[in-house]
């Protein structure tokens, strides 16, 4: 039986170490788009970023446990299409991989603003991988300016390390209060105290309108008020989408997800979906009271 995990994220890695309790022979190939081993991502936009842990602090297996458990990974290339007919994944360098189960692992993708409003431009950055990290690393500054467009967590941890590096930094929320959708009003308001207190400026109900360009770069954001503030580099935290462009080729039924059922197979009986990337038949809503839990932006 060979399997093949599209993703190199903590769900395809702790699938593949199952897999393998479950069966000393299975064939097993892991395909990550990421050239690193896989990593842990929320790190990366804090302790990675502060220098506080090392990439090899962050890394989900050591380099040698993928040899010794027999699973093989293929590294820095893209998963292109799935030929559901044929079992086969074709990667983006040429090579078909055929599968007895196929499990997509892909996870989540950042939102990125329209393009018609800026959001192209090439100092204004997400994060969500290693090279984005690198890519903040290098503008946070001493004097730089930074904008954030977005209050959650994402936004407010590199508010808080572009701060700690001497940027000038803030953070433009669309909503009443930062942090609107995944804490309470009382940590939300902690956090912003927090945050003040280390410089930076948040402003709340705060519209975006378009970001201010100047030889083909960001030099600032306009706000629906009209008012101006200037930016050397921006971040964009405004949520994600799960990845589902392999398995909507595919045409796997999609809704906010990859749809599986409670054994996580998909549409097709032969794909599964776990993940950030996969709709799952349960759903379950939290209440705010159960949303008062402590951010670690300045720790």
Known sequence: MKTVIIGGSHAAL???????????????????????LPYQRPPLSKAYMSGKSSFEQILLRPEDWYAANRITLIRGVFADRIDRAHKTVHLADGEALSYDRLLIAAGARPRRLPEEIGGHLPNVHVMRDLGDAHALMEQMKDGARLVVIGGGYIGLEAASEASKKGATVTVIEAADRILKRVACAETAGDVRTLHQAHGVRIFEN?????????????????????????????????????????????GLTIANGVVVDRELRSSDPEI????????????????GSNRCRTPTTWA
């Not at 503030?229 to 935290?237: K, L, N, R, Y």
């Not at 599964?272 to 209440?287: E, L, R, V, W």
């Open 14 to 36: 702790s699938a593949a170490a199952e897999l393998r309790k479950l069966s000393a022979e299975a064939e097993i190939v892991i395909v990550s788009s990421d050239a690193e």
């Open 206 to 250: 705060a519209a975006l309108k378009q970001i201010v360009e100047d030889g083909g770069r960001a030099t600032g954001v306009e706000l629906s008020d009209g008012s101006v503030i200037a930016a050397d580099f921006i971040v964009t935290g405004i949520g994600v989408t799960p990845d589902v462009a392999l398995a909507d080729q595919a």
């Open 272 to 287: 599964f979906a776990i993940g950030d990337c996969a709709s799952f038949p349960m759903a379950t809503t939290i209440s």
